[in-house]
């Protein structure tokens, strides 16, 4: 079976985002709205099980804020504070403050190289990969990746596979001919019901999770090549 393209998880695969990239925004903005709200690294890590920043926020006020979570406004508030936790966001990654994990960079270069196609299906939201892919490529990076898939444009976030499934829709590719690049279970869970094989790279927040089904589960690309993975790619 030929490797015909590589599909990226963005948070925790591209890039160690969350602990303190997306956590330390989301505190900003709860200040900025006067909340009394403050995510530690200990909740988050349990709050990560909430795919989507939007969706976490809600998650996180209907368990432990159920008075503001049953305010009218409530959903007014959930997209303003996302809105104001993704400005912090971003002025962190164009600040360079996040750089890519162990051998990401090489390993688009090799594939660049060897002519196969790139993607990325991810959570997050559209601007975020953008702005992670300028700061930590070239600027028409961009341009290096057929379709970037990303946050709300997908009814079901991951664990569903929906983000998974459009970037085969536009690739035109079966699950088969690809290998997703993951660093979390709800991802594993994503692109393996999407049928595509997986290699994990696992992250301080979820490194005990269950990756049954993945073709490797790595603490990095570190040692970890294009050469490895079409390997793997073809034992499978
Ligand atoms: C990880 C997520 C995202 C980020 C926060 O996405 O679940 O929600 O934590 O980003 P992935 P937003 O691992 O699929 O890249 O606040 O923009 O959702
Ligand atoms: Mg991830």
Redesign the pocket.
């Known amino acids: 079976m030929t490797l015909s393209a590589l599909i990226f998880?963005?948070?925790?695969?591209l890039a160690d985002?969350?602990r303190d990239g997306?956590r330390p925004a989301?505190n900003a903005a709860f200040g900025e709205a006067g909340l009394p709200w403050a995510w530690d690294e200990g909740i988050y890590g349990e709050l990560?099980k909430v795919?989507?920043?939007?969706?976490?926020i809600r998650h996180y006020a209907q368990r432990f804020d159920p008075v503001r979570a049953a305010r009218p406004d409530f959903a007014a508030l959930v997209q303003s504070l996302?809105r104001t936790?993704?400005r912090h966001?971003l002025a962190r990654v164009e600040s360079g403050a996040i750089p890519l994990r162990p051998g990401i960079a090489r390993l688009i270069g090799q594939a660049r190289e060897a002519g196969l196609r790139l993607a990325i299906?991810?959570?997050?939201?559209p601007e975020?990969v953008s702005a992670l892919l300028s700061a930590s490529f070239a600027a028409d990076a961009l341009s290096w990746f057929e379709v970037i898939a990303a946050?709300d444009i997908v009814p079901e976030?991951?664990p569903a596979p929906d983000?998974y499934r459009f970037v085969l829709e536009r690739l035109g590719l079966a699950g088969r001919d690809c290998l997703a690049l993951?660093?979390?279970h709800?991802?594993l869970a994503s692109s393996l019901g999407a049928g595509i094989p997986t290699v994990v790279t696992f992250n301080d927040y979820s490194r005990d999770q269950d990756f049954k089904g993945a073709l490797a589960a790595l603490p990095d690309l570190a040692q970890v090549g294009l050469r490895e993975l079409i390997r793997w790619h073809q034992l499978q």
Do not use: M, Q
């Open positions: 998880d963005v948070d925790g695969t985002t969350e997306h989301f990560l795919t989507g920043g939007k969706e976490r996302h936790k993704t966001y299906a991810t959570t997050t939201t975020n946050g976030k991951k983000i993951e660093d979390s709800p991802g």
